[in-house]
């Protein structure tokens, strides 16, 4: 399978906790993006990397988010001290440059 | 700030039937509009459309952008049970990094 691959599919986790989602990109893809996607509602961004850079990130994402994409390839995205409201499927996406991206699976979050 | 409408949210109707899909959109530097279907999981791309009035094609779906009333439309034809998901619009907008200004999306539901 050459698509978007996240891991894991579904993370369940008790408020407070910290987590880590890990997004691998298709493999010629320089563009790498974090969204979050509530019921009921399209898809919102969160962060982009070009290559290894970190070039943008929503006002959404608070200092308990913190993302990395070390070599310009996987990108991993932790969420620190866990609150209810972190509860939705989180997507990433890779495109190169301005083409169109493409979506993995989700990791589905769940905070109890 | 850019923003994304589509309506109707959400839509029933039965095999056989013609449905279209409306997204409009505001945003400060548009570059182009993507439909992308979202049935369980991953949204998938559907079409790309940069330039007014030129219609993209793919079996029964068909899209096209107008630029000067910033809208565009997703036309289903002889609609099939498995073409019940969410079709989500989404747009390139002021920000060059290729991120996705998402709608809420149209909930479509084909009954047999």
């Known amino acids: 399978d050459t698509g978007v691959s996240q891991d894991p599919r579904h993370k369940i986790t008790k408020r407070g906790q910290n987590v880590t989602f890990r997004c691998d990109p298709i493999s010629e893809h320089n563009r790498l993006y974090w969204y979050r996607q509530t019921l009921g509602q399209g898809p919102e961004f969160l962060t982009y990397f070009q290559n290894e850079a970190q070039l943008e990130k929503s006002r959404l994402l608070s200092d308990r988010f913190s993302a990395e994409r070390p070599k310009g390839s996987f990108s991993t995205l932790e969420i620190q001290r866990t609150e209810q409201g972190d509860s939705a499927m989180y997507l990433c996406?890779?495109?190169?440059?301005?083409?169109?991206?493409?979506f993995g699976q989700g990791t589905r979050l769940t905070v109890v | 700030e850019d923003k994304v409408v589509q309506s109707p949210l959400s839509l029933v109707v039965h095999e056989g039937d013609t449905v279209t899909l409306n997204c409009s959109y505001e945003v400060t530097n548009f570059r182009s509009l993507l439909w992308y279907k979202q049935e369980k999981k991953a949204p998938t791309f559907l079409f790309m459309l940069t330039s007014s009035g030129i219609e993209k094609k793919s079996g029964r779906l068909s899209s096209i952008l107008d630029k000067k009333e910033l809208f565009s439309i997703l036309n289903i034809t002889a609609t099939q049970t498995g073409d019940s998901a969410i079709y989500l619009c989404a747009v390139h907008g002021s920000s060059n990094t290729g991120k996705l200004i998402f709608g809420q999306g149209t909930t479509l539901q084909v009954k047999p």
């Open positions: 996406a890779s495109s190169f440059s301005n083409t169109e991206a493409f």
